[in-house]
């Protein structure tokens, strides 16, 4: 159930201890929050007979099908800690063997099964490999990092991401900053200014402003009683634009999109984990879903997928073929491309732990300060770093 948020305009005044406290547990969420699934691997990445390796919050993870099915477990030897994905050999179909000494393992319980180099070693039925819940849906391989239980993915994903009519694309990328500049970027209203060369706004045809700042206290609402939770900014309906702008009344800028007819971006909203929905974009007809999900402290796999719903095969069809041919350069290079540098120009200062105190936010920001509260209220758990 959504409730208001809080004033806008107030939020972005809160004092700095108040301030502080609420967003105490996201400052602390460098490798970000255990108990939910993450996206791991696109599905066509995975071939049958693949052993892949990945790395999720600082966990190094080894994803295989078996029977069709992808099973994951913690890529590392239990012998000498070495990573299997350096040389996958997997001789039958269900296990994987270490390619050192031959220490071999079932992927579905990662229990020790065989040593190739000592044939009935003690330590065979001894020992096993931690092993993730997987589950694959939308054509993207979601692995569970966490201890308790693992729940539905639908509260874990965007809203309408699992929706049956909708086909999804996408590509994902290492991006090297922390999570959250890539999290703070993409629910950023005002830093559309750094797109407003993009290609996609001629080449497309949609509107966009300079910039956009809440107009009343109802720019947002936040979703914290059902799962996922999240915030959603009302940017069409709530947010002022600029699309002029001047410096000594000179005026120095001017929105390339200010004639254009198509409207997009009517609602931005992030959802934990930390993933981001913008619908609709780039195209009246399309959903963008973001994730950054924590591979390092330093590092994040960032996830551009698209959306579009379809009623038949053909229409599935003819909506990836326009992913490949228009979408992937137009909009997700040609326009996200600049997100990554805007985060990579924000990770030197935030690498230091004294920069949330040494920012300073103005009013278009209430959204990331909700953001931060809701990240830190009601997180499932911190992940660890060292
Ligand atoms: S390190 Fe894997 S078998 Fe020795
Ligand atoms: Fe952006």
Known sequence: ?????????????????????????????????????????????????????????GENILIRRVGGVPMAVE?????????????????????????????????????????????????????????????????????????????????????NFLDPDLEIDGIRDEVKTNWRMGAENGFDTTHIYIHRNSPLVT???????????????????????????????????????????????????????INNQKIVAREVSIWMPGALKVDPWPDPALIQFEWYVPVDVDVHMYWRVLGKRVGSPAEAAAFHEEFETRWKTLALHGFNDDDIQAREGMEEFYRNDDAWEQEHLFKADSCIIEWRKIASQHNRGLQPFA
């Open 203 to 257: 080449g497309n045809s949609i509107v966009l402003p300079l910039g956009m700042y809440p107009n009343d206290k109802h720019g947002f609402s936040t979703y914290t009683e059902s799962e996922p939770k999240g915030v959603l900014d009302h940017t069409f309906e709530s947010y002022h634009p600029v699309f002029e702008a001047a410096i000594d009344g000179q005026t120095v800028a001017r929105s390339k999109g």
């Open 75 to 159: 890529d590392r030897c239990l012998h000498r800690g070495v990573r299997f994905s350096r040389k996958p050999e997997c001789y039958t179909a269900d296990t994987v063997t270490c390619w050192y000494h031959g220490f071999t393992y079932r992927l579905s319980d990662g229990k020790l099964v065989e040593i190739l180099t000592e044939p009935g070693s003690s330590l065979i039925g001894k020992l096993a490999l931690k092993t993730y819940p997987t589950i694959e849906a939308k054509g993207i391989v979601f692995v569970y990092i966490g201890e308790r239980a693992a729940g539905e993915l639908a509260g874990d994903v965007p809203p």
């Open 1 to 57: 159930m959504a409730s208001k948020a809080a004033n806008a305009s107030r939020a972005a005044s809160t004092t700095p201890r108040r301030r502080a406290a609420s967003r105490a547990a996201y400052l602390e969420a460098k490798l970000g929050f255990r108990n939910y699934w993450y996206p791991a691997v696109f599905a066509h990445e995975l071939a049958d007979g693949r052993a892949i390796g990945v790395r999720l919050l």
